[in-house]
């Protein structure tokens, strides 16, 4: 029976502090409930503590508990939604939302980007009717969330992050933001949604979902985990994938169809001198170590480059690789007669570094996104792209993920990772289905340097198999 | 304070100890003219960008071979922390974009720029946009649109709370005490003294401690957050550093903490105490809160010599709330009695220790009440009140320590 101890003199109860579940026995010193929940005893406050991602499971134990247990660890409420404008679901959005109920309100759920994931988020809380968490990897993402909310549901969110703090029953959040203010933040929420969930099982990241009290979670990615043990992480703090579609299954019903064109570029005479110069100081000291230690990486280098003089200068000739290989002369000058082979469409560039970011945004006069870019300015130049105004955009990570560009159907890679996922993610953005356009991902690649190594790794993952592949 | 990516330390695996890096003033006796060229550059510095800034720290660091490249970034940090950069030209860049911007998109693409009528055609282009947006030419603009970017921010003031070499010096190496410290998941304090500060700058990073009087007479305080009970974290290692500047300007101190290093997490100690001088150019503590307490202690001193006083010197504590009275009354034969006086306050502080007064209403204390503040005396109080109005009539509470020190 859960009843308020102010009002009933209850002899235990449960409390929320910081990010941790208190239980307090005023008549004897018995154990708490629910012995599968991990308790520890507490000195300093000479109570028993968890974390309060128990909760739900103490809910159930407080139910079926015959003593009275006051509970005053939760403290949000209902929400009435005043005029929701959602959409009804598509029928793979409705089959994820039942799954989530079906599961018991805690669940992850898969569907690839450009599907709706978003929606089915929407239309979850729309049922659900309880305070709200929104928790999203980046700010630009927060914001993107508070209006799909406004729009949606009718609602002005509450922002956390991004140097705001404004608390409201409905709120949206950046992993950041959630693990540093989960302390003061983790018992006014009943639902959680995690978007990008992949990011959740970071060892700095977790505290986000452990010192939350929300009984009902919900994951959402489009990218689940390789790695099993991260898997089973996201299992344990959100729940169960429920609901899984893959991208060949969406492609070209959901999604559109789409090619992928690699355009091989060399560097100038220059260029390559340079770059072997850096190179040849790069793989002398390589070489030499990997003889002499077998246990030689990159990382060795990265942490003696504190102390030795030699592991610094060798780190200096790496970046210089990298940034030739970034800002190159070539690529530059290929965007260009991409620009000009699309000059009536739209065009995103995704390149390596800000500094490319910002030359490309010099050379062509387009707007690029910073990753420090102001929020208004976000929103401007977004909305600026999307009603047409800039022909093109630039963006160096800020536009990797979860970001809505609706109806870009070219994408040109200039540079990046060697990691699928943000290949995958990249390629999200342009994917979306309007009309029957095909979507062309073109990905300008260095021959005979680093560059190509991390085109082909990141090559491998399913969105990129079976595809049109062309070489120009 | 610094940032994760501007620490430096060394680690010795043997004893499984870490050392922040330290900048001593007779093995680093050089850094003592770095530092002050640094300290020119940055007053001096008005009018150039954080990059070229940052260039020329690290330029005038190269004079000592063995710098670390991440003390030049943790003197840069420093550095910029006690500048302004101009907001104005920051502020201006986004919407000088977005005109541009626009006016280009007209013409977009410039492309082709090898081919030379396109060249000629782009360059015409961005003349033009620079003259309708009231610039001579184009890299005149060209230079202000992104003045917002980081490496850009032009240094407008330069106003550091440290005024020397050696203070710069020993900012840094309270700096890197407290960046090591971010890795922390427990920190205990062995000290008799001052405890009444550390305690304040506990409780103001919102940790938990523990405190505990040893064999010794040294108080135990282990100082961590409310989830380190559950699990191993090092999530409360930023609000641990916040409590070194404070300890830095206490007296007689030892502090060892338990950190987890690397992606093992391996377990290491860091240990420091006052012997070290960590941050000594730094203005220590006010030895008295109010003019009243340290006339006190003077007529104290000069009315009896059998007791000595000393200052907040035991600790009451019950559970969580803490209770440092003021003074302690100890007698050659070691017997003691507490003091506690209540002056001129606010009225929330009085509140609040009416509220203390209550929960350590057990313990054996003198109280010393100024008279408008007699209300905060709970009614059926056991133990000796004495009221004064302006001075605290030294008899009177020489005769209360008496009986009770027997009782």
């Not at chain 1, 009275?68 to 939760?74: L, T």
């Not at chain 1, 006014?188 to 986000?208: K, S, T, W, Y």
């Not at chain 1, 050379?363 to 929103?379: A, M």
């Not at chain 2, 803490?322 to 502080?349: C, H, M, N, Q």
Request: net charge positive; glycine share 4%.
């Amino acid at each position: 029976m859960v009843m308020d101890r102010k009002d009933f003199g209850c002899c235990y109860s449960l409390d929320f502090s910081g990010g941790t579940l208190l239980w307090n026995s005023e008549r004897d010193d018995s154990p708490p409930l629910a012995s599968d929940v991990p308790w520890v005893f507490d000195r300093r406050v000479q109570q028993w503590r968890t974390d309060a991602m128990y909760y739900a499971t103490l809910c159930v134990a407080i139910r079926s508990d015959r003593r009275s247990i006051g509970d005053r660890v939760y403290r949000w409420k209902n929400v009435w939604w005043h005029r929701p404008q959602l959409p009804a679901p598509r029928k793979e959005q409705q089959l994820a939302v039942d799954a989530w109920y079906r599961a018991g309100q805690r669940g992850t759920i898969v569907m690839p980007t450009g599907t709706g994931k978003t929606e089915v988020a929407l239309q979850i809380m729309l049922a659900t009717k309880t305070a709200t968490l929104v928790v999203v990897p980046i700010r630009e993402l927060m914001h993107q969330w508070h209006r799909r909310i406004m729009k949606s549901l009718g609602i002005d969110a509450g922002l956390i992050g991004d140097n705001l703090y404004r608390l409201a029953p409905i709120c949206v959040t950046t992993y950041h933001s959630a693990r540093i203010h989960m302390p003061s933040l983790g018992n006014r929420f009943g639902l959680i949604v995690f978007d990008e969930c992949h990011h959740l099982p970071a060892r700095h990241l977790r505290d986000a979902a452990v010192m939350s009290a929300a009984p009902l979670r919900l994951g959402l990615t489009a990218t689940l985990n390789d790695d099993v043990d991260r898997r089973m992480d996201v299992e344990q703090l959100i729940g169960p994938v429920v609901h899984e579609s893959s991208v060949q299954s969406a492609k070209g019903k959901t999604l559109a169809d789409y090619q992928i064109v690699r355009i091989p570029v060399h560097f100038t005479p220059q260029e390559r001198e340079t770059y072997e110069a850096f190179g040849r100081i790069v793989r002398r000291y390589a070489a030499k170590h990997s003889t002499t230690s077998k246990r030689f990486d990159w990382k060795a280098v990265c942490r003696l480059s504190n102390s030795d003089l030699e592991s610094r200068r060798i780190l200096q000739a790496y970046h210089a690789c990298r940034d030739l290989e970034h800002r190159a002369v070539e690529k530059l000058r290929v965007l260009g007669e991409l620009f000009q082979l699309h000059r009536d469409e739209q065009v995103i560039v995704f390149v390596g570094s800000n500094a490319m970011a910002i030359d490309v945004s010099m050379r062509y006069l387009v707007p690029c996104l910073l990753s420090h870019s102001g929020k208004r300015e976000r929103r401007d130049v977004l909305d600026g792209f999307a009603n047409g105004t800039f022909p093109a955009l630039v963006a160096n990570r800020v536009l990797d993920e979860g970001i809505d560009l609706p109806d870009v159907k070219i994408a040109v890679v200039l540079g990046g990772l060697a990691s699928t996922r943000q290949a995958q993610q990249r390629l999200g953005r342009i994917v979306r289905r309007s009309g029957e356009r095909r979507a062309t991902l073109y990905e300008v690649v260095l021959e005979d340097t680093q560059d190509v190594v991390r085109f082909r790794r990141r090559r491998r993952n399913d969105a990129y198999k079976k595809v049109r592949r062309r070489n120009l | 304070m610094l940032t994760r990516r501007c620490a430096v330390a060394t680690y010795d695996w043997s004893t499984a100890a870490v050392f922040p890096d330290r900048l001593t003033q007779t093995r680093d006796r050089k850094y003592r003219h770095l530092a002050e060229l640094l300290l020119q550059l940055y007053r001096r510095g008005r009018g150039r960008t954080r990059e070229q800034l940052h260039r020329r720290v690290r330029q005038i660091l190269d004079h000592d071979p063995g710098c670390p490249p991440r003390r030049a970034e943790a003197f840069c940090k420093l550095l910029d922390d006690a500048s302004k950069f101009d907001r104005i030209a920051q502020q201006a860049a986004p919407a000088l974009r977005r005109q541009v911007f626009a006016l280009a998109a007209r013409s977009h693409p410039l492309a082709g720029l090898d081919d030379s009528a396109a060249a000629g055609l782009a360059s015409s282009v961005r003349q033009s946009i620079a003259r309708k947006l009231g610039f001579s030419a184009w890299h005149e603009m060209a230079l202000r649109m992104y003045a917002d970017v980081r490496e850009r921010h032009v240094l407008k003031t330069f106003r550091p709370e440290y005024r020397t070499a050696d203070e710069l010096l020993s900012h840094y190496n309270v700096a890197q005490v407290q960046a090591a410290l971010f890795d922390a998941e427990l920190v205990t304090v062995l000290t008799s003294d001052d405890l009444k500060s550390l305690i304040r700058a506990v409780k103001l990073a919102h940790l938990m401690h523990r405190i505990e009087r040893e064999a010794s007479g040294r108080y135990r305080v282990d100082i961590d957050g409310p989830a380190s009970i559950l699990r191993r974290t090092s999530r409360y290692g930023a609000a641990l550093a916040r409590i070194i500047p404070t300890l830095a300007r206490c007296r007689d101190w030892q502090l060892s903490a338990r950190l987890r290093i690397g992606r093992r997490r391996s377990t290491m100690q860091l240990r420091l105490s006052s012997d070290d001088r960590l941050g000594h150019s730094l203005p220590t503590h006010p030895e008295y809160d109010s003019k009243l307490e340290s006339q006190f202690a003077e007529q104290w001193r000069s009315r009896d010599s059998r007791y000595r006083l000393l200052r907040e010197a035991d600790v009451l504590t019950r559970g969580q709330s803490v209770f440092i009275p003021d003074y302690s009354a100890v007698r050659e034969d070691g017997k003691r009695v507490l003091l506690e006086i209540v002056g001129f306050w606010t009225e929330d502080y009085l509140r609040s220790k009416s509220v203390v007064m209550q929960r350590f209403r057990e313990e054996p204390i003198v109280w010393i009440v100024r008279r408008s503040n007699r209300w905060v005396v709970p009614s059926d109080f056991s133990w000796p009140v004495i009221e004064f109005e302006r001075q605290i009539p030294i008899d009177q509470v020489f005769d209360a320590v008496e009986k009770l020190v027997d009782a």
